[in-house]
């Protein structure tokens, strides 16, 4: 995770209590994301994932098609 100002978000953002959202990111991004991932590649296995990755740039690429330079923002789609 690119190092964010979490100070200017949460100031943006009007979050009460920022000291305690920090190290709940913190947590997640360093403890939990990391065990998540790892169920899921059990689960699904290298093959798994990769069936699910290109069939998700197969449907960005079809019409209407994004450009080569698009930025995709990604919103609380897990790790």
């Keep these: 995770m690119k190092r964010l100002d979490f100070n200017k978000l949460f100031e943006k953002l009007q979050v009460s209590d920022k000291e ?4 709940e990111i913190e947590h997640f ?3 939990e994301a990391e065990r998540r991932d790892q169920i899921i ?3 699904l296995e ?7 990755v290109e069939k998700i740039i197969e449907l960005l690429l079809v019409p209407p098609k994004l450009p080569l330079n698009a930025k995709i923002l990604d919103l609380g789609a897990g790790t």
């Design 41 to 43: 590649i059990n689960y």
């Design 20 to 23: 305690l959202l920090t190290k």
């Design 29 to 31: 991004t360093k403890e």
């Design 46 to 52: 290298e093959s798994g994932i990769n069936r699910i």
